[in-house]
């Protein structure tokens, strides 16, 4: 191997920064709570073809898992929005939320 050519690890610019840390904690734990809502699904699904008894309790986990992975994605967008909203990201140039920010610089730079 010739090493004189590069490196081996190449930094590319990304197209958009990552998510905050609590946006991305919430997309996480949603993320696992509705991977395991698809596995308690087929689980459900297998017991209920093979005529287990053991259907019906799937059956009702697999519906409280369903509320959780609700629960899970709209803490994920509710997470994003308050972090937008206190953090003043904007989306246009005439928004209040930079007015706010340009309000609070002026006294500390006088």
């Given at each position: 191997?010739?090493?004189?050519?590069?490196?081996?690890?190449?930094?590319?610019?990304?197209?958009?920064?990552?998510?905050?840390?609590?946006?991305?904690?919430?997309?996480?734990?949603?993320?696992?709570?509705?991977?395991?809502?698809?596995?308690?699904?087929?689980?459900?699904?297998?017991?209920?073809?093979?005529?287990s008894?053991?259907?019906?309790?799937?059956?009702?986990c697999?519906?409280?898992?369903?509320?959780?992975?609700?629960?899970?994605?709209?803490?994920?967008?509710?997470?994003?929005?308050v972090?937008?909203?206190?953090?003043?990201?904007?989306?246009?140039p005439?928004?209040?939320?930079?007015?706010?920010?340009?309000?609070?610089a002026?006294?500390?730079?006088r």
């Open positions: 191997m010739d090493r004189d050519r590069g490196s081996l690890w190449i930094e590319e610019p990304v197209g958009r920064p990552r998510m905050p840390d609590p946006v991305r904690t919430a997309a996480v734990r949603a993320a696992l709570v509705l991977s395991v809502t698809l596995v308690e699904t087929v689980v459900t699904l297998l017991f209920a073809l093979s005529g008894w053991l259907a019906f309790p799937a059956l009702l697999t519906v409280a898992s369903t509320v959780a992975a609700t629960w899970g994605v709209l803490d994920v967008w509710v997470t994003r929005q972090w937008n909203q206190r953090h003043g990201v904007v989306s246009v005439s928004s209040t939320a930079r007015e706010v920010r340009r309000a609070r002026r006294p500390a730079a």
